[in-house]
């Protein structure tokens, strides 16, 4: 995300986790202008640079990971379905 006074603008997704669901969702966003990285890196090698986890889990909280996290504003759920 670009620093500003104006609003935040979102440059780079980085989808963590290579698998199946990754893979999709990395598809999906490479339709967009945006730059795609696909990599199974461990979520604290981000932890220097700002970032948005968005969490596709149905069976861990995703009040309890934003709760977890240094950033729980920019913590959110959404749900992904591969075919």
């Known amino acids: 995300m670009r620093q500003g006074s104006g609003p935040q603008t979102i440059e780079t997704i980085t989808v963590i986790g ?22 199974d890196v461990q979520l604290e090698a981000l932890s220097n640079r700002p970032f948005i986890v968005a969490s596709n889990t149905s069976w861990l909280s995703i009040t309890e990971i934003a709760k977890a996290s240094q950033r729980p504003e920019n913590v959110i759920g959404m749900q992904f379905h591969s075919s």
């Open 18 to 39: 290579a698998g199946t669901m990754g893979h999709g969702i990395a598809q999906v966003a490479g339709a967009f202008p945006f730059r795609v990285l696909l990599s």
